[in-house]
């Protein structure tokens, strides 16, 4: 079996989401650094990353559940699942910050979501995001358009695994949050893309 053919883990959805490039530094060349965000989502899921179960009110809630799924080639971990007694199944993804809309978060959710749906063959029609600043939960729908962004987003990241090649760089607001703006040198970059264009146009004849 080839790297192409491993099982993709739910973080790759993730960063594929917010940046190509990080997706492939991190999943291709197994670069990673950490910053302030990175260690602020490390504290935030310390209380999840324990195995484990607790229940109240007739829900049962298990920790760090591994969960998987044969058709999409995704593996991973839920932070929480919650099995409710009317049969409801209800993942619970943690995250650093305020209650906000972040739709690479709402992608990964909808993954756990896919494969839960194939281990315990019953819908998973909703899931929430925990943010842990704010102490609040945002609940996702899984609607048709997530899940197909979900198969997608594998699609895509499986073709860049294929390539072996990283994405060009963002160059964008983004890259200020990035743990892996100095390996990835995106100003440099777009820099140096910059000059060849030039050079390319430099002896054209003008209009």
């Not at 993709?8 to 950490?34: D, G, K, N, V």
């Not at 063959?121 to 939960?137: D, E, F, M, N």
């Amino acid at each position: 079996m080839n790297e192409t053919d491993d099982p993709i883990m739910f973080s790759a959805l993730q960063h594929w989401s917010y940046c190509p490039r990080q997706c492939a530094l991190i999943h291709l060349e197994q670069a990673f650094e950490e910053n302030v965000h990175t260690m602020r989502g490390n504290a935030a899921h310390e209380q999840v990353d324990n195995p484990g179960f607790a229940s109240f009110e007739g829900v049962r809630s298990e920790r760090a559940l591994p969960v998987w799924s044969d058709r999409l080639g995704l593996v991973g971990k839920c932070d929480v699942v919650e099995f409710h007694p009317d049969g409801q199944v209800y993942p619970v993804e943690y995250k650093h910050g305020r209650k906000k809309l972040q739709v690479h978060d709402d992608l990964q959710l909808a993954a756990q979501a896919m494969c839960l749906e194939e281990m315990f063959g019953k819908p998973v029609l909703k899931g929430a995001i925990y943010h842990h600043t704010s102490r609040r939960r945002r609940e996702v729908t899984i609607t048709p358009e997530l899940r197909k962004q979900v198969e997608e987003t594998i699609a895509a990241i499986r073709a860049m695994l294929a390539w072996g090649k990283l994405p060009p760089p963002a160059n964008d607001a983004r890259c200020k949050e990035c743990s892996l703006i100095d390996i990835c040198q995106p100003q440099a970059i777009a820099l140096c893309a910059g000059h060849t264009q030039l050079e390319q146009t430099l002896y054209e004849p003008e209009d």
